[in-house]
């Protein structure tokens, strides 16, 4: 095998293919302090630390919203939180078979000499911190990985370098017990049609795996989140079929069929959009040799967030809203959606220009 | 895309699903003119052009065989020769829902600096020569990139240069309408083990479907032709189930599922360790996105060489044991294959020649 077989080989492929479950995905709720606090002001609530567990004690215990759940990626300060009840989040989702998460990157920075392309940080004692992580009930992690599409963009050295740091990250992870999401986002902003976007990821998800075997990364270990095939920001839409199609023949151009799941990022994409493009997918009839699922972000909680308002009284009926959205995702994964599950909220865009996370 | 789809590509999709249809394979029939000579001097046979044609048509008129084959791999000297009743063999081949395929590389040279590894020879004027066969009928070709294991074997610069040159016939193939079947054959010469081998074809592999995708090569009209994963020729055998398991294994971590099927080299296999190791490889329950069939030259041909010894009285003989070995090896990439009652003279003989040159 040219994988490094550690020994954590038997859990990670064990954990990566329960995440991969059929009729089940991720809540990415690994916003950190600065970008919750985003989220946190556009319904006038203060960014601090309890109102930051308050936002995840509601998403986790909304009744009946667990089983929908997978796993849940958490930012390190929320990874040792506890319920209301005082009960730790990790043991909360343990008891209900869902795996905890940990964001580990620590952001992007510029390339210098590029047209603000980025690479990723965060290797400075990431095998230490990844060993700490585990010991704190953490079983998988998420690195983000950001391109964009340009004139010039993405580069040759921004494929690479962001490559690069993902198998790197992706070995670290296994080494110390935790399977490694691979996520090497290209954002939607731009005028490109879909084809342009579907050229660039590929050409990024072929470099990605060929970095993670130059690295010995078990791939039976890993799970991948990319973008879905889209076009730009500035192009007109196209139906959900179509980015089903476009989609899935990147992912079969690219990911081997040891990769046990993939799951998606929501990007910009309402609610409602990106649920029904996940159920386009899996809908559509050709041969896909990995699951299809979500790690949705915003995806999974803006209509859930305008509904709390940051009221302890709204809270059930937030709740609600979350298990609805967790359920119409579910049902995209087995290409069983059948839509209308949400209000004007589920279709409000959230695609922010140039976002920063 | 990041693939190049120019006027061929539908041709190219459906060539190359239909090549991978289960229950049929590829004979690999291309051997050079100095090949097949040492394969006729085995046999007491002139190495003249009269021999080389009986010995084709003989294949390709198997009463039945055809069935089982999807194509046929051509030498650049035989696919413009004749039935002795004047048909052209890509006719008779077409007629038969047979694909005729043609090797195009012309042969390795050995990398200067490296301990004798080698690198492809054949891209000069590819892009007129895959013009002028796709002309004279063929749809596929094929182009053998060679790798060895050693203590310091394969080395990056000989990984990088074959996955190179594969890329580059590929896309020239698909240029020309040809489906480019990637051969990068991993030598079995050597003590080391199965997890070994493994490890080297993985790397190989995975070298090889990033330069595809670096040449802008549309996956889904392409085939591999890799070798199975197996111990080296000096080292203990192990069971058809342990060489299924590891193979299957490596395909799935370098594969992308586009690629419409694999074709299996037979190295040096006997005819019938490469059928039940075929067979076994179709019985594995796991992941497996691309049909697993065979390409195989000396593990099709052996025995039939062997009871055809030259002689035109023979000639029945030697039908029925290539019909075998074609329904035999049909079977195997079915997973169907129980193993043969009484083998061919040959059939079980190792046809491993070390250090194995085309």
């Not at chain 2, 065979?294 to 039939?304: E, I, K, P, V």
């Amino acid at each position: 095998m040219s994988a490094f077989l550690g020994k954590f080989s038997d859990e990670l492929i064990k954990n990566a293919k329960y995440i991969a479950t059929p009729g089940k995905g991720i809540l990415a709720a690994d916003e950190s302090t600065g970008t919750i606090g985003k989220r946190l002001s556009s319904i006038n609530v203060d960014n601090n630390i309890d109102n930051r567990q308050a936002l995840r004690d509601l998403l986790l215990t909304s009744p009946n919203a667990l089983p929908y759940l997978c796993g849940v990626i958490f930012f390190e300060e929320t990874l040792y939180q506890k319920t209301l009840d005082g009960k730790p989040f990790v043991e909360l989702l343990k008891e209900n078979n869902v795996v905890p998460g940990i964001k580990v990157d620590k952001g992007t920075v510029d390339l210098a000499g590029t047209n603000g392309e980025t690479t990723t940080q965060g290797f400075d004692s990431l095998g230490a911190r990844c060993q700490q992580f585990y010991e704190a009930g953490a079983r998988f992690a998420k690195w983000r990985a950001v391109l964009k599409i340009g004139i010039t963009e993405p580069s040759e050295l921004s494929i690479q370098q962001n490559a690069q740091g993902l198998a790197r990250y992706a070995r670290i992870c296994q080494d110390n017990g935790l399977v490694p999401i691979v996520e090497p986002e290209v954002l939607t902003d731009g005028s490109h049609d879909i084809k342009k976007c579907a050229a660039v990821t590929e050409t990024v998800l072929a470099a990605c795996y060929k970095a993670l075997n130059d690295h010995h990364v078990l791939l039976e270990g890993t799970l991948l989140k990319p973008n879905m095939v889209t076009p730009g920001s500035d192009s007109p839409k196209v139906a959900p079929e179509v980015i089903a199609e476009y989609t899935v023949a990147a992912l079969r151009r690219t990911v081997p069929p040891a990769v046990p799941g993939i799951v998606f990022l929501s990007g910009g994409q309402s609610e409602e959009e990106a649920t029904v493009n996940l159920n386009a997918m899996n809908k559509l009839e050709v041969l896909k040799p990995w699951t299809l699922s979500f790690s949705f972000g915003r995806a999974l909680q803006q209509s859930t967030l305008k509904t709390w308002g940051g009221k302890k009284e709204n809270v059930a009926k937030a709740q609600e809203v979350f298990l609805g959205r967790c359920k119409a995702n579910s049902a995209a994964t087995l290409g069983k959606y059948v839509g209308g599950n949400g209000d004007g909220l589920a279709n409000e865009s959230l695609y922010v220009k140039g976002y920063k996370y | 895309m990041s693939c190049f789809t120019g006027k061929y590509t539908d041709e190219l999709i459906a060539n190359a699903a239909y090549i991978g249809t289960p229950g049929k394979g590829i004979l690999a029939a291309d051997e050079s003119t100095g090949t097949i000579g040492k394969r006729f001097s085995s046999i007491n046979v002139e190495n003249v052009e009269t021999n080389r044609r009986a010995f084709r048509e003989l294949l390709f008129t198997t009463p039945g065989a055809l069935k089982y084959l999807s194509g046929v791999i051509l030498f650049e000297e035989t696919l413009y020769q004749k039935t002795a009743d004047g048909k052209p063999f890509v006719e008779l081949l077409k007629e038969n829902g047979v694909l005729p395929g043609i090797k195009v590389d012309k042969g390795v040279v050995e990398l200067a600096g490296t301990d004798g590894e080698t690198t492809t020879q054949g891209l000069d004027g590819l892009l007129l020569r895959c013009q002028k066969y796709y002309e004279a009928g063929a749809r596929f070709a094929k182009w053998r990139a060679v790798l060895k294991i050693g203590p310091n074997e394969p080395s990056q610069l000989s990984i990088n240069e074959n996955a190179n040159g594969l890329a580059r016939y590929a896309i020239i193939c698909q240029e020309a309408g040809l489906v480019p079947i990637v051969e990068p054959e991993i030598l079995v010469d050597g003590a080391h083990d199965i997890a070994k081998c493994a490890n080297v074809t993985e790397r190989v592999l995975a070298a090889c479907y990033k330069a595809l995708n670096d040449h802008h090569v549309l996956l889904e009209g392409t085939l591999l032709k890799p070798n199975m994963v197996t111990p080296g020729s000096e080292s203990p055998k192990v069971a058809p189930e342990v060489v299924a398991e590891y193979t299957v294994r490596a395909l799935q971590r370098t594969m992308p599922a586009a690629v419409p099927a694999v074709v299996f080299l037979s190295g040096g296999q006997s005819e019938e360790e490469a059928t039940i190791n075929l067979n076994a490889i179709n019985k594995l329950k796991t992941k497996k996105p691309w049909t697993l069939t065979f390409s195989f030259g000396r593990a099709l041909q052996q025995s039939t060489l062997k009871a055809w010894a030259g002689k035109e009285e023979n000639l029945q003989k030697a039908q029925a044991a290539f019909l075998t070995r074609c329904k035999a090896n049909s079977e195997a990439t079915l997973g169907t294959y129980q193993g043969a009652g009484s083998l061919s003279e040959g059939a079980s003989e190792s046809l491993h020649v070390k250090d194995y040159k085309y």
